[in-house]
């Protein structure tokens, strides 16, 4: 019986640490509601939204000489960046440009805390105009609370499937808009309107669009504690003087509710009333009289929320404010330190350098590409010949004509189809190249020539291309 019991014991308690596992490893989801906030920084987030995506919805439509200003042409491999256009030769300055990208989160991180995750990132962009759309059909906090704990009816089939079908509609746009950059969008849309896109097309227009539908729609806050590699490192780049929201807990504890005429300091009482205003708006769900917390997007939102609370009360505001942690401890915050000096510099140089390799960059490339069918072809005269293709890339906004040279042996001939080729704006030609040598004038069984392609209408637009000359040694007569 004794045996039995323990054995029933065991069991229990391997069960329960089995549960236990469980639990830790998974959480669900309380769906959360933030309060709709008015102040200050959600007047700023809103301005950010309504310019980002302005410039996200609008800039693909603006056009210059029938050229669209802003397209990614992967199939033409040609980046057009308002007048300036990339080809894969200039892949330096566009991984420039990403690092330049990557260390302005870095400095802005480092100087003020994470206000990219807060008013600029996509996620938190895009998920404020989502939230819209449900405050515009279902109402507000309360109102949506209320429709998801009532029983399934009509009325709320109808809401739920308003809010829907907008939320599918701006993503699909969303998602029309993102393969824009990448295709042509005047053609991409008449293709739509004429059920007349590709597959892929298609396929990245609906990937895009369900990706936004899913991650502002649903998934929301998951995405930054969750997903974004971004909260998981971006503590390395905080140190006690980043700014950061933080409450004043010296302030505001003891906390709790008390009447706006009562005087709350000779009952012992801090400044919070504990009214939970700066969790209800708090869109990752947290508190943040609990200290500083990696869910924390930096929004601003309790900041607002507080504040208001604390002018209804008539206390002074900032119980909640963006501050520092050196600042809260008393000591005087440093804005300019080592690591802020560091990537300010780092920066500077690499954007000098970025737009001093635009300016001085030149609008033309040559690749020779050697006929690799034959090593080499002796010629009835007993000269020596070999074959080359030329691609000649014009990256200039308009035509030139161009003469090709070779040089690099003695009494070298070269043979073209043409002596002045002329080449379009932004076109890529291939030509066609014999080169012939004498064999008593080569040194060596490879040489090394230089051909030069040269516009004749610009002097200087003139760029130069080593290539192997292969031939037979042979001894001097
Ligand atoms: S909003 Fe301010 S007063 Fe209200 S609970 Fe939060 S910190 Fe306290
Ligand atoms: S704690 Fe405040 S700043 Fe941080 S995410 Fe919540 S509302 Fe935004």
């Not at 449900?134 to 739920?160: H, N, T, Y």
């Not at 990537?343 to 140089?349: C, D, S, T």
Request: net charge neutral; glycine share 8%.
């Amino acid at each position: 019986m004794d045996d039995v019991s323990q054995g029933q014991r065991k069991a229990s308690v391997s069960v329960s640490l089995d549960a236990q596992v469980e639990q830790s490893l998974y959480a669900q989801r309380e769906r959360i509601y933030p309060r709709e906030v008015h102040g200050v920084y959600a007047t700023m987030r809103v301005l950010a939204v309504v310019v980002l995506l302005g410039l996200f919805y609008g800039v693909l439509w603006l056009h210059w000489d029938g050229q669209q200003l802003l397209l990614f042409d992967l199939p033409a491999r040609q980046f057009h960046i308002f007048g300036l256009t990339l080809y894969p030769q200039d892949f330096f300055f566009l991984s420039a440009i990403l690092i330049i990208g990557a260390l302005s989160l870095f400095f802005f991180t480092a100087l003020a805390g994470r206000v990219w995750c807060g008013f600029a990132c996509p996620q938190t962009v895009w998920t404020e105009a989502f939230l819209w759309i449900e405050r515009k059909v279902e109402g507000d906090r309360r109102k949506q609370m209320k429709l998801d704990k009532s029983p399934w009816s009509g009325r709320k089939l109808a809401i739920k499937a308003s809010k829907h079908a907008i939320w599918i509609g701006f993503s699909l746009w969303t998602g029309f808009t993102f393969v824009g950059y990448f295709t042509p969008v005047l053609d991409l849309g008449s293709r739509i309107l004429a059920f007349e896109l590709g597959p892929w097309e298609t396929f990245w227009v609906l990937f895009y669009g369900f990706a936004t539908y899913g991650n502002a729609g649903w998934m929301r806050e998951q995405v930054c504690i969750y997903m974004c590699p971004y909260a998981r490192f971006q503590s390395a780049m905080f140190d006690n003087n980043t700014l950061v929201i933080s409450y004043d807990s010296a302030r505001g504890e003891p906390r709790g509710a008390r009447k706006r005429s009562a005087d709350y300091k000779s009952a012992g009482l801090g400044d919070c009333i504990d009214c939970t205003m700066c969790v209800q708006v708090c869109p990752t769900g947290i508190d943040i009289r609990d200290g500083l917390q990696y869910q924390c997007i930096a929004c601003a939102a309790c900041v607002d929320a507080c504040d208001r609370v604390m002018e209804q009360m008539d206390y002074p505001k900032g119980l909640i404010r963006y501050t520092t942690q050196s600042a809260l401890s008393g000591e005087q915050p440093k804005i300019l330190r080592p690591r802020v000096i560091v990537y300010a510099i780092v920066l500077l140089g690499l954007v000098a350098a970025v737009g001093y390799g635009l300016a001085s960059r030149m609008p033309l490339a040559l690749d020779v590409i050697r006929d690799r069918n034959t090593l080499y072809r002796e010629t009835n005269e007993g000269m020596v010949e070999n074959v080359y293709i030329l691609k000649l890339i014009n990256m200039d906004d308009r035509e030139h004509d161009f003469e090709i040279t070779a040089s690099g042996i003695d009494g070298m001939q070269l043979s073209l189809d043409a002596d002045r080729i002329p080449v379009n704006a932004h076109e890529v030609l291939s030509v066609s190249a014999r080169v012939k040598a004498d064999p008593y004038s080569l040194a060596r069984a490879s040489s090394t020539i230089t051909f030069t392609l040269q516009s004749l209408g610009d002097a200087s637009l003139r760029v130069e291309e080593e290539a192997r000359f292969l031939g037979p040694v042979v001894q001097a007569r």
